[in-house]
């Protein structure tokens, strides 16, 4: 029932405010009103609280302003003492309808002290929610608990621009804050020292701090700097790497091809944990082939890699230092056919590809490995270019019309 007088008050609503014109106020539908004073006191019924529960231990409000139709608010309150588990309750003729018709309509979130976690998925799907308040209390957020998985990319939090995560909270689940677009300010306490996978992938605030540096929070390594190419070397002081930071397939630009990932990574001496999901979603033995881990023989890099069977090269002895040569593509210190057959092979994503020495095959000095580049590779070798020319748009037009002749 008040599901429906929601909906039909929200009709009326807006339709009373195509005809109001004049006014300091939203549109009522009481000619009578005249003041503000006198709005708030006719509008009292188009505030609607609903209530329910959320799983055994608590119980949820929901308070929706209906008085402005430019800026209708729906603020869910939830209460009680102890661990949040369960599924939230809204009951309409015997059906749990919380999901389709509260979790879209959200805007604000208020978790009241007493409440000691966040659980999985609890508010997957609040699309419109642009606040959140978390209590002291709460010690872990779940899995999911304000993003999404990768699968579930639809129901994110697009419209969340702020976070403070309480002191006491260690832990942050998988996907916590994935996808949440429009987060760019975030707050964590020295606290927290578990993250999950991938937990603000996809967020402003991330995006933010990997273009000039990697993405490091309390000494957890997150994320790669943005352009970066391999070898990289993780930063000294890292002691955990976190699930989803080292995957070239999302972290890197211009690395691999869709056959083979090569993905070569210097390890410090104070790293004591690298998550099963640092490199890749699953550790196949095709991604097994691709990673080299460089660090010092005896520390903690060495024995993951012989847990996980992947390589280990002991970095005092070993260089993973490329050359930084214009065409180099392959690394070997010489410019030559063999190159322009591996750039040409990478760039149609040849299954079985070696590793590109990316930096020196970008010839074209505009960050991304593409025609051009193979343009002017070729005609390096035959004499025609000296040197790589500086990305412009004049530059890139006179190449592709060099297409037609030389590729």
Not at 19 to 43: K, L, M
Not at 86 to 92: A, H, K, M, V, W
Not at 104 to 121: A, L
Request: glycine share 8%; aromatic share 10%.
């Amino acid at each position: 029932m008040m599901k429906n007088l929601r909906r039909m008050t929200a009709g009326i609503a807006a339709v009373t405010m195509l005809f109001c014109t004049a006014g300091n106020f939203p549109a009522v539908q009481n000619p009578a009103v005249t003041t503000r004073a006198e709005y708030e006191a006719a509008a009292d019924w188009q505030i609607i609280t609903e209530t329910g529960n959320w799983g055994d231990n608590l119980t949820w409000t929901l308070v929706t302003d209906l008085r402005d139709t430019m800026n209708i608010t729906s603020v869910l309150t939830i209460s009680g003492k102890g661990e949040m588990t369960g599924e939230p309750e809204y009951l309409e003729y015997g059906i749990n309808n919380f999901d389709s018709y509260v979790r879209s309509s959200v805007t604000k979130v208020i978790i009241e002290p007493g409440i000691t976690n966040i659980d999985e998925n609890a508010f997957v799907g609040f699309t419109q929610m642009q606040e959140i308040e978390i209590p002291d209390k709460v010690t872990t957020i779940g899995t999911n608990a304000f993003g999404c998985s990768p699968q579930n990319s639809l129901y994110f939090c697009g419209h969340l621009t702020s976070v403070t995560i309480p002191d006491g909270v260690t832990a942050l689940g998988d996907y916590a804050f994935y996808s949440c677009t429009s987060l760019t300010d975030v707050t964590i306490p020295e606290s927290v020292t578990e993250f999950g996978r991938d937990v603000f992938k996809g967020t402003k605030w991330a995006n933010t701090i990997r273009e000039t540096s990697s993405f490091i929070v309390n000494n957890v390594f997150l994320g790669f700097k943005s352009g970066a190419y391999f070898p990289y070397a993780v930063p000294d002081g890292v002691k955990t790497i976190a699930g989803g930071s080292l995957d070239a397939t999302t972290n890197l630009v211009g690395i691999g091809n869709l056959g083979k990932y090569e993905q070569q990574v210097i390890i410090p001496e104070s790293v004591t944990k690298i998550d099963d999901y640092a490199f890749w979603s699953e550790l196949t033995e095709a991604a097994k082939e691709g990673i080299t881990l460089y660090g010092v023989p005896g520390f903690y890099a060495e024995t993951w890699a012989a847990e996980h069977e992947v390589t280990f090269q002991d970095v005092k002895t070993v260089s993973v230092t490329k050359q930084t040569i214009a065409g180099d593509a392959t690394g070997d210190g010489v410019v030559s056919v063999s190159d322009v057959i591996l750039l040409q092979r990478w760039l149609h994503a040849v299954p079985d590809t070696p590793f590109i020495n990316w930096k020196n095959a970008d010839l074209n000095q505009d960050d991304t490995l593409n025609i051009f580049d193979l343009i002017l590779l070729k005609r390096m070798l035959i004499g025609k270019a000296e040197t790589p020319a500086k990305n412009t748009r004049f530059n890139n037009l006179k190449l592709f019309f060099l297409l037609l002749f030389v590729v």
